[in-house]
């Protein structure tokens, strides 16, 4: 019988608590850092409608305000799962596990964006760092209260540009256990050794949707789809992160398609959900909130021009989404 592992996820909002949920029910024993929402979860637990597993209310073994309340008491974590927004502008995204012993841990950043990892790698250089994306629909509609779609995908892989770990072994089992602890959960699990691949191919919807939404007078995308420029807009912007992206990983971003049917792809597939897409990027700024633009559009807009790649369009649109977002944190 496998062990039972210790998590602790950072950010109790609607993927946190999804992720949280299905790994205690998994088995593992789960900590939660939650802030807005810390005295509903810790009173009541979180009250989840799930149309893949279920109406549950999850109650957290432990929670937390912060990080060093998670290790008051000497406390370790197997995995730290970090949920929370990056946005490196504003500070330094790794500040977040601040009075937190990582080294015996591994770091799981579930986040969008490139350049992700790069905080973490530098501040905490005795821990692994694995590198994931989720494919999930959940959304919270008011505090402690969940709704989740149809999917929770898990697709990850290690982060370890300097070789720290120190075998093909070690490095294999800190996957294989986090891979079990989330099938035991029900959750999609994926281990992929080209994850940085994945992270640019998935860049192609965050990097257009996203910002474009906003541009657009936070419009949501059958509102854009509709219009024919906003349409071969968005194909644009993807087409640009495509050439960056597979000039960066030196190799295409999909092993399933040519890269010239990537953007329609996309886009067909936004087309045929049944209900409109609300961007992250978009509710961040219709709720006054700063917006993930460093990881999902400068940093790459960095990129490119170490490559000498032009990427006229994404420069318009990030100059238009920090205009907008300085406008409105003012």
Not at 152 to 181: F, M, V, W
Not at 187 to 216: D, G, M
Request: aromatic share 10%; hydrophobic share 40%; proline share 5%.
């Amino acid at each position: 019988m496998t062990e039972s592992k210790s998590f602790l996820v950072v950010g109790g909002g609607a993927v946190g608590s999804i992720f949280a949920w299905r790994l205690q029910e998994g088995g593992s024993n789960v900590a939660l850092i939650c802030r807005s929402n810390y005295q509903t979860v810790l009173d009541n637990g979180f009250k989840i409608k799930s149309h893949q597993f279920g109406t549950a209310t999850f109650n957290p073994n432990k929670v937390y305000t912060s990080a060093a309340q998670a290790s008051a008491q000497g406390q370790k974590y197997d995995y730290i799962l970090i949920c929370t927004k990056s946005l490196p502008n504003r500070y330094n995204p790794a500040d977040v596990l601040d009075g937190l012993d990582v080294a015996d841990s591994t770091i799981v950043l579930i986040q969008n964006g490139i350049g992700i990892e790069d905080p973490f790698y530098k501040k905490f250089p005795n821990a692994a760092i694995i590198s994931s994306i989720t494919y999930i629909d959940t959304k919270q509609v008011e505090s402690g209260v969940i709704e989740h779609g149809i999917s929770a995908d898990l697709s990850y892989g290690l982060y370890d540009p300097e070789n720290r770990i120190s075998s093909k072994h070690t490095a294999d089992q800190i996957l294989n256990s986090l891979h079990h602890c989330l099938v035991q959960g029900k959750i999609n699990s994926k281990i992929n050794h080209n994850i940085q691949t994945e992270r640019w191919y998935k860049l192609c919807w965050n990097a257009s949707f996203n910002p474009i939404s906003v541009v657009a007078g936070a419009s949501n995308t059958v509102q854009l789809l509709s219009d024919p420029k906003m349409h071969a807009l968005i194909a644009t912007t993807m087409r640009e992160i495509i050439s960056v992206g597979e000039a960066y990983v030196g190799m295409p971003l999909s092993d399933k398609l040519p890269s010239d049917q990537i953007p329609e792809s996309y886009i067909s597939f936004t087309k045929m959900r049944p209900d409109p897409v609300y961007p992250s990027m978009m509710v961040d700024f219709i709720n006054k909130r700063p917006m993930e633009h460093q990881v999902i559009l400068k940093n790459p807009i960095d990129i490119a021009k170490s490559l000498n790649i032009k990427v006229p369009t994404l420069e318009f649109i990030y100059t238009f989404v920090s205009f907008l977002e300085n406008k409105h944190l003012q």
